[in-house]
Nanobody, 123 residues
C-alpha cells in the first residue's frame, strides 16, 4: 500500500511560482513511477508531469514544458513539482499519483492518489 500526501498549493499571481510536494510512504519505491495530474472545474483530470523513481526519467505535458520541473528526493521519499511562470489556466486541483512500472501519461494507469492541493493563479 502507498500513501501520498500533497502540500504547497495556494494563491499566486500570474507569472509567479509555487512548489508542490508529495510525501510518499508505505513501501519501497524502486520501480515506481510518480505523476502529477490536475483537474480544473468542469474538466477532466489531465497529465502534468511524471518521473521514474529509480532512473529519474521525466515526462511533461506540452502545456507545462519549460515552466514546470518534476524532481524527487529519494532520501525523503518526496516528489516535487516546481511551477514557474504560472498562468491563470494552470488553476486546478493538483494530484500526486503513483504506479508500479514505467512512467505513463494517463491517469487511468495510476493506482494510488493523494487528496489533492488547490492551485489558484490570478490574472
Amino acid at each position: 500500500q502507498v500513501q501520498l500526501v500533497e502540500s504547497g498549493g495556494g494563491l499566486v499571481q500570474a507569472g509567479g511560482s509555487l512548489r508542490l510536494s508529495c510525501a510518499a510512504s508505505g513501501r519501497t519505491f524502486s520501480g515506481t513511477a510518480m505523476g502529477w495530474f490536475r483537474q480544473a472545474p468542469g474538466k477532466e483530470r489531465e497529465f502534468v508531469a511524471a518521473i521514474s523513481w529509480s532512473t529519474g526519467i521525466t515526462d511533461y505535458a506540452d502545456s507545462v514544458k519549460g515552466r514546470f520541473t518534476i524532481s524527487r528526493d529519494n532520501a525523503k521519499n518526496t516528489v516535487y513539482l516546481q511551477m514557474n511562470s504560472l498562468k491563470p489556466e494552470d488553476t486546478a486541483v493538483y494530484y500526486c499519483a503513483a504506479r508500479f512500472g514505467r512512467i505513463i501519461a494517463s491517469a487511468s494507469f495510476y493506482n494510488y492518489w493523494g487528496q489533492g492541493t488547490q492551485v489558484t493563479v490570478s490574472s
